[in-house]
C-alpha cells in the first residue's frame, strides 16, 4: 500500500493548504486597502517587496537543497503579506527584504517547511526587526510618506491618557500605526469570513479579545474604564494578532480546550506587556511566548479517546 507522508497541518475534508492560504489572503484585503489609502503607496510597495522576497525565498531555498518547489501552496505569500501588515509604512526597504528572508529561511524553512516551525515566522521576523532596528520600526506616519511622524494611540495610552482619536476613527482606520493594523473594522470582517469559510475558528480570537477586554476594564488606568477596554482593542495589533496571528495552525493548539488557554494566555501577556513592557506594543512577543508553550498545551489537554472514560480506562 502506497502511503503519502506530509507534515502537518493535516485537515480533513476537501481543503487545500493553498484554498486556505488564498482566503486568508483575501480576508486581508480589506485591512490592506485601508492601509494603502490612509498611508499612500509606499504601503502598496512595502507589502508587493515583501511578498515577492518571501515567494524568492523559499523557491531559491528548494532550488539550493534540491527539494520540491512549495511556493505552490501559497503558505510563503501569506507569511510575506502578515510581515508587510506588521510594519509602519516608513520602514526601510532593505529591513523589509531582511525580515522577509528570516521569516521564511530561517523560522520557516530551517525548521522543516510549513507545519514544523514553532514560532509564528511573520512575527519572529518582526521581532527581529524590532531589536536591529528599533527607531525605524517605532516611527510612524498617518497619511503618506511625506507626513509628519505621529505619536499611535498606544503611545498616548502609555502616558496614561487616552487617544486623541476617535472611537469611529479607530474603526475606520484614521489613525497612525502600522499599514494593516489602524482598520479593527476591516480586520474584524476578515475575521468574520475566515470563520464562515471554516477557516479559523473562533476559539483563539474571542478567548484572546476576551481576555484583553475583561483585564483592561478591571485594570483600567483612566477613569472610563470603558472607554479605556475599548481603545486597547481597538489600537496597536491586537484584532490583527488575534485573528491572523494567534490563529495560524502550526503554532497555535489543536484541541479545543487548548485553544481557549492558548487565546487567554496570549490575552494575558499582551496586557501586562504593554502595561510593564519597554514598547508600547505587547502582541508580537504575547504570541510568541505562547507560541514556544503549544506543545505543552497540547500535551495536557488531550482529547477524550473513543469508548473510554476520563484518565483512559474503557468505558
Same mark, same amino acid.
Given at each position: 500500500?502506497?502511503?503519502?507522508?506530509?507534515? +502537518?497541518?493535516?485537515?480533513?475534508?476537501?481543503?487545500?493548504?493553498?484554498?486556505?492560504?488564498?482566503?486568508?489572503?483575501?480576508?486581508? @484585503?480589506?485591512?490592506?486597502?485601508?492601509?494603502?489609502? @490612509?498611508?499612500?503607496?509606499?504601503? $502598496?510597495?512595502?507589502?508587493?517587496?515583501?511578498?515577492? &522576497?518571501?515567494?524568492?525565498?523559499?523557491?531559491?531555498?528548494?532550488?539550493?537543497?534540491?527539494?520540491?518547489?512549495?511556493?505552490?501552496?501559497?503558505?510563503?505569500?501569506?507569511?510575506?503579506?502578515?510581515?508587510?501588515? %506588521?510594519?509602519?509604512?516608513? !520602514?526601510?526597504?532593505?529591513?523589509? *527584504?531582511?525580515?522577509?528572508?528570516?521569516?521564511?529561511? *530561517?523560522? =520557516?524553512?530551517?525548521?522543516?517547511?510549513?507545519?514544523?516551525?514553532?514560532?509564528?515566522?511573520?512575527?519572529? $521576523?518582526? $521581532?527581529?526587526?524590532?531589536?536591529?532596528?528599533? *527607531?525605524?520600526?517605532?516611527?510612524?506616519?498617518?497619511?503618506? #510618506?511625506?507626513? #509628519?511622524? +505621529?505619536? &499611535?494611540?498606544?503611545?498616548?495610552?502609555?502616558?496614561?491618557?487616552?487617544?486623541?482619536?476617535?472611537?469611529?476613527?479607530?474603526?475606520?482606520?484614521?489613525?497612525?500605526?502600522?499599514?494593516?493594523?489602524?482598520?479593527?473594522?476591516?480586520?474584524?470582517?476578515?475575521?468574520?469570513?475566515?470563520?464562515?469559510?471554516?477557516?479559523?475558528?473562533?476559539?483563539?480570537?474571542?478567548?484572546?479579545?476576551? %481576555?484583553?477586554?475583561?483585564?483592561?476594564?478591571?485594570? +483600567? =488606568?483612566?477613569?472610563?474604564?470603558?472607554?479605556?477596554?475599548?481603545?486597547?482593542?481597538?489600537?496597536?495589533? !491586537?484584532?490583527?494578532?488575534?485573528?491572523?496571528?494567534? %490563529?495560524?495552525? $502550526?503554532? +497555535?493548539?489543536? &484541541?479545543?480546550?487548548?485553544?481557549?488557554?492558548?487565546?487567554?494566555?496570549?490575552?494575558?501577556? %499582551? #496586557?501586562?506587556?504593554?502595561?510593564?513592557?519597554?514598547?508600547?506594543?505587547?502582541?508580537?512577543?504575547?504570541?510568541?511566548?505562547?507560541?514556544?508553550? #503549544?506543545?505543552?498545551?497540547?500535551?495536557?489537554?488531550?482529547?477524550?479517546?473513543?469508548?473510554?472514560? =476520563?484518565?483512559? *480506562?474503557?468505558?
Amino acid at each position: 500500500m502506497k502511503l503519502t507522508v506530509a507534515s +502537518s497541518p493535516h485537515i480533513r475534508g476537501n481543503f487545500r493548504t493553498s484554498r486556505i492560504m488564498l482566503d486568508v489572503v483575501l480576508a486581508l @484585503m480589506p485591512a490592506l486597502l485601508v492601509g494603502i489609502v @490612509m498611508q499612500g503607496w509606499r504601503a $502598496a510597495v512595502i507589502t508587493l517587496l515583501c511578498m515577492s &522576497t518571501a515567494v524568492v525565498t523559499e523557491w531559491a531555498y528548494g532550488l539550493v537543497t534540491r527539494s520540491r518547489n512549495t511556493t505552490k501552496d501559497c503558505s510563503c505569500l501569506v507569511t510575506g503579506l502578515l510581515l508587510a501588515m %506588521t510594519l509602519p509604512v516608513s !520602514v526601510p526597504y532593505w529591513l523589509a *527584504v531582511l525580515g522577509s528572508v528570516f521569516a521564511i529561511l *530561517v523560522v =520557516k524553512c530551517l525548521c522543516g517547511g510549513l507545519g514544523q516551525n514553532v514560532f509564528n515566522p511573520a512575527l519572529a $521576523a518582526r $521581532a527581529l526587526m524590532l531589536l536591529i532596528y528599533p *527607531v525605524g520600526m517605532t516611527r510612524y506616519v498617518q497619511s503618506g #510618506v511625506d507626513a #509628519v511622524s +505621529s505619536a &499611535t494611540p498606544l503611545h498616548h495610552m502609555v502616558m496614561p491618557t487616552l487617544p486623541e482619536e476617535s472611537l469611529w476613527d479607530m474603526l475606520l482606520g484614521n489613525c497612525p500605526g502600522s499599514i494593516g493594523e489602524i482598520s479593527a473594522l476591516a480586520l474584524i470582517l476578515g475575521g468574520v469570513y475566515l470563520v464562515i469559510r471554516r477557516v479559523i475558528s473562533p476559539r483563539i480570537p474571542l478567548s484572546y479579545l476576551g %481576555t484583553v477586554a475583561v483585564l483592561t476594564l478591571v485594570f +483600567s =488606568k483612566t477613569g472610563n474604564p470603558i472607554q479605556w477596554m475599548l481603545y486597547s482593542l481597538l489600537s496597536g495589533g !491586537v484584532m490583527l494578532g488575534a485573528i491572523f496571528m494567534a %490563529t495560524d495552525y $502550526a503554532t +497555535s493548539p489543536a &484541541t479545543p480546550k487548548g485553544q481557549l488557554i492558548y487565546g487567554v494566555g496570549c490575552g494575558a501577556l %499582551t #496586557v501586562v506587556f504593554r502595561y510593564f513592557g519597554l514598547f508600547p506594543e505587547g502582541v508580537t512577543y504575547a504570541i510568541l511566548l505562547m507560541n514556544g508553550l #503549544v506543545w505543552f498545551i497540547d500535551r495536557h489537554t488531550p482529547l477524550r479517546r473513543f469508548g473510554t472514560k =476520563k484518565g483512559g *480506562v474503557r468505558a
